[in-house]
């Protein structure tokens, strides 16, 4: 299906409905309709002007969303040789990218829980509870690299399948 064809009004509720789990999750209302406008484009790709288009929103709110993805590692910006313009895009490896980023937060909070601990007392149950955490954290740090492994070989295997069909 090329994206003349494709029904406009739906991808414009999908590109809502997508950002509303987005926003469930904690990312900011226009970042995450920006994001979902860009995960649908057939080129994954495009410029500030398109993104206010196709969200029906101003520059300025398209401007401050992509700023804040660029910061957060779930957008790029791309110059064109000879011209002022700027491309948006996501980045291949996006899931990569949102979960090292929560990898390296909960090994954050893993340094600051255990200094936690020593203030509370570790057999209290304050302490308890922040031994839990430390201990989940520490777990789901030390497995995430061998998920990611997996999932790249996964990727992999799926790719050869679909270009062998090809």
Excluded: C
């Excluded at 002022?84 to 996006?94: F, G, S």
């Excluded at 570790?122 to 777990?139: M, N």
Aim: aromatic share 6%.
């Amino acid at each position: 299906m090329t994206a003349a064809e494709r029904d406009q009004d739906a991808v414009g509720r999908f590109i809502e409905r997508f950002a509303s789990v987005l926003i469930e999750a904690g990312i900011p209302r226009m970042p995450a309709r920006v994001f979902a406008a860009l995960l649908v484009s057939d080129t994954g790709r495009l410029t500030a002007a398109e993104l206010a288009g196709q969200l029906q929103a101003s520059p300025a709110a398209v401007s401050g969303g992509v700023r804040y993805l660029i910061g957060v590692g779930m957008v790029s910006r791309e110059g064109e040789p000879g011209s002022r313009r700027h491309h948006y895009r996501v980045p291949d490896n996006v899931w990569d990218e949102v979960v090292s980023s929560r990898d390296r937060l909960m090994i954050r909070w893993t340094t600051v829980l255990r200094d936690g601990i020593e203030l509370v007392g570790a057999g209290t149950p304050a302490g308890e509870r922040l031994t839990d955490s430390v201990r989940y954290f520490e777990f789901v740090t030390a497995e995430l690299p061998l998920v990611t492994s997996r999932w790249r070989e996964h990727k992999a295997r799926l790719d050869r399948e679909t270009a062998a069909r090809s």
